[in-house]
C-alpha cells in the first residue's frame, strides 16, 4: 500500500531566535519565542508545530528541549497536543497573549513612521496602481484564448525539471531573447542582436532599469502630457524631476525643444506608436526631431512599445529605435498582452555600449529573471505559433473595439466623442460640452459598476478634464451592452 506523505505545515519554516549565553534555558527561551510567534501572528492557529524530530534538526536543539517548550505551550493554553498527529496552535488562546513581548505602536500612529520622500510622492499624486476591479470598460484584462492555452500547457510540460534548475544568465534565456530580435525585426523594424536584450519582469522592471541606468536623482526627465502613470510613479521613485510636454493627434509637441524653452534632459520617456493615454501616433516629422535633438543634446530616449502586436488597419508602425542612427534609444516591450501578464515577462533592447553597464547593475535588482516562463514562451516563439496567436487576438479585439465604438455612439453620443484607435486595446472619450469633471464622471459610473478611467489623473501639468479611458480587451458581448448602459444612466442621473 503506497503512504501519503503528510505535508509539512508552513511553521515548519519558523526559525527562533535564541541566545547560548542568555541566563533563561533553551527551553524556556523556546517557548517564549513560539509564544511571540502567536501573538504576532506569524504562528497562526490551527497550524501544526514540527515534530521533535524535525524541529531538533531544524533548529539545532536536543528534542528533549524542544519537547520541553512543546510542554509549557501546552499547559499554558497555547497549544494543544493530538495523539498520533502532533501539536497544534490552538485557537482561541488565553486573552494574555497580547501582552506578550514589547508594547507595540498602535497602527493608527503609522502615519508619523518615517519613509523616504520619493515614497511619499508616490503616494500623494497620480492614481493608484492597484488592479482595477474587473468590471467592464477596466484596462489592461486579457482576451482569453483556449488553443493558445492548450498549447502553453502542453510546452510547460517539457520544462519542469526541478533536479535541473539552477541560476540562469543575467540577461535571460538565449533562445528566448533570439526569438524576440527575430519577431521585432520583422514586426517592429528593431536592429538588434540578442546580446543587447535583457528579458525583465514586464515593462514595470525594465524601466525601472532604465531610469536607474540612465537618470541620477535630481536628473530632469521629460515625458508626454498626459503620460503612462507607473512610467511616472518608477521615475518619482528613482528621485528623477519629470517636465511633460504636451500630446496632440501627432503625439508628443517636440516644437519647445526646437525653440530651446525646455532645457535639455537626461532622457525622454515616449510612447510614440500609440500614446498611452490618448492613442495618438508620433508623425514621422517629430520622430526625427526628436531623435535629431537626443543626439546633439546627448539625451537618452526610452521607447515604451507596449501593444504594438495590436494594429487594426494599415501597417505597423515602424519602431523610434529602427530610426535611430546614433544609438540613443533603449526600447522596450511586454507579453502582458499578448499573452498573460502572469508570465511577467518584458525585455529591454540596450545599446551595444551599454550592455556590460545593465549586465553589472542587474544583479542588484533581481538576480536573473525566472527561466522556466522563458523557456516555454521560448518554445511558443520558435515553433510558430505566436504569429497565429496574435491573428486570432487581434480579430477578436477589433470585434470587441468596434462593438463598444458603436454602443458608446448610440447610446451616449450626446455626451461623448469617440475617435476609433488604430492600434491597441483603449480607447478614448472625450466630452461633446455636457460634461466638465473627469473625475466626477469616473466616481459616478463605478458607484454603478461600470470602471471608466480619468485621464485628467494621468495629467503632468496639463489642466484637462475632459477626457475618459475605456478598455475594451477581454470585454464580452453582454458586459460592452450592460456597461453602455449603465453608463448612460451614469450621465442622465447626474451633472459633471
Same mark, same amino acid.
Given at each position: ?16 531566535? /535564541? ?67 502532533? %501539536? $497544534? ?58 488553443? %493558445? ?78 503620460? $503612462? ?37 537626461? !532622457? ?62 533603449? $526600447? ?9 501578464? *502572469?508570465?511577467? !515577462? ?46 486570432? &487576438? ?13 454602443? &458608446? ?7 461623448? %466623442? ?12 472625450? *466630452?461633446?460640452?455636457?460634461?466638465? *469633471? ?5 466616481? #459616478? #459610473? ?21 477626457? /475618459? ?16 448602459? &449603465? ?10
Amino acid at each position: 500500500m503506497k503512504l501519503q506523505r503528510r505535508r509539512e505545515s508552513p511553521s515548519a519554516g519558523f526559525r527562533p531566535r /535564541l541566545d547560548p549565553s542568555s541566563p533563561a534555558s533553551l527551553a524556556r527561551q523556546l517557548y517564549l519565542a513560539l509564544r511571540e510567534a502567536v501573538a504576532d501572528g506569524r504562528l497562526d492557529a490551527g497550524q501544526r508545530l514540527p515534530s521533535t524530530r524535525l524541529a531538533a534538526h531544524e533548529w539545532t536543539l536536543s528534542r528533549g528541549t524542544i519537547a520541553e517548550a512543546y510542554e509549557i505551550l501546552i499547559a499554558e493554553g497555547y497549544a494543544i497536543a493530538r495523539h498520533g498527529s502532533g %501539536t $497544534y496552535i490552538l485557537a482561541g488562546s488565553p486573552d494574555r497573549i497580547e501582552t506578550v513581548g514589547e508594547a507595540r505602536e498602535p497602527a493608527t500612529q503609522s502615519s508619523s513612521r518615517r519613509i523616504s520622500g520619493a515614497v511619499t510622492t508616490v503616494l500623494t499624486s497620480g492614481p493608484s496602481l492597484e488592479p482595477q476591479r474587473p468590471l467592464p470598460f477596466a484596462t489592461g484584462r486579457i482576451a482569453h484564448d483556449e488553443r %493558445t492555452a492548450g498549447l502553453l500547457n502542453r510546452i510547460a510540460g517539457r520544462h519542469m525539471n526541478y533536479a535541473f534548475e539552477g541560476y540562469g544568465d543575467i540577461q535571460g534565456e538565449p533562445d528566448l531573447r533570439a526569438a524576440i530580435v527575430a519577431h521585432l525585426a520583422v514586426s517592429r523594424g528593431v536592429r538588434c542582436s540578442a546580446e543587447q536584450l535583457f528579458i525583465t519582469a514586464g515593462t514595470q522592471q525594465a524601466l525601472d532599469l532604465a531610469f536607474r541606468v540612465l537618470a541620477s536623482p535630481g536628473d530632469t526627465v521629460i515625458v508626454e502630457d498626459p503620460c $503612462y502613470p507607473p512610467a511616472r510613479q518608477c521615475l518619482a521613485l528613482n528621485g528623477a524631476k519629470v517636465v511633460g510636454l504636451p500630446v496632440d493627434h501627432d503625439g508628443i509637441t517636440t516644437g519647445e525643444l526646437a525653440a530651446g524653452s525646455v532645457a535639455p534632459p537626461a !532622457l525622454f520617456y515616449v510612447t510614440p506608436s500609440n500614446q498611452y493615454p490618448v492613442g495618438a501616433v508620433l508623425s514621422l516629422p517629430r520622430r526625427l526631431e526628436l531623435l535629431a535633438y537626443a543626439r546633439e543634446h546627448g539625451c537618452w530616449i526610452v521607447e515604451d512599445d507596449y501593444d504594438s502586436e495590436f494594429r487594426y488597419d494599415g501597417h505597423p508602425i515602424a519602431s523610434l529605435q529602427g530610426l535611430d542612427q546614433a544609438s540613443r534609444v533603449l $526600447y522596450t516591450g511586454t507579453f502582458s498582452k499578448a499573452l498573460l501578464p *502572469s508570465l511577467r !515577462l518584458g525585455y529591454l533592447v540596450v545599446p551595444t555600449d551599454l550592455v556590460p553597464v545593465f549586465r553589472a547593475v542587474r544583479p542588484a535588482l533581481d538576480r536573473c529573471p525566472p527561466t522556466f516562463q522563458q523557456r516555454v514562451v521560448a518554445d511558443f516563439l520558435n515553433e510558430g505559433y505566436f504569429p497565429a496567436h496574435l491573428r486570432r &487576438l487581434r480579430e477578436r479585439l477589433r470585434t470587441s473595439r468596434d462593438l463598444l465604438a458603436g454602443l &458608446l455612439k448610440d447610446r451616449i453620443g450626446e455626451h461623448l %466623442t469617440v475617435v476609433l484607435p488604430d492600434q491597441g486595446i483603449n480607447l478614448t472619450a472625450r *466630452s461633446t460640452g455636457t460634461w466638465q *469633471s473627469d473625475m466626477a464622471v469616473s466616481t #459616478a #459610473a463605478l458607484a454603478r459598476g461600470v470602471v471608466v478611467m480619468p485621464l485628467s489623473r494621468m495629467n503632468v501639468s496639463s489642466s484637462d478634464t475632459s477626457r /475618459l479611458l475605456l478598455g475594451f480587451s477581454g470585454l464580452s458581448e453582454d458586459e460592452a451592452d450592460r456597461g453602455t448602459a &449603465l453608463l448612460a444612466e451614469t450621465f442622465r442621473c447626474g451633472k459633471f
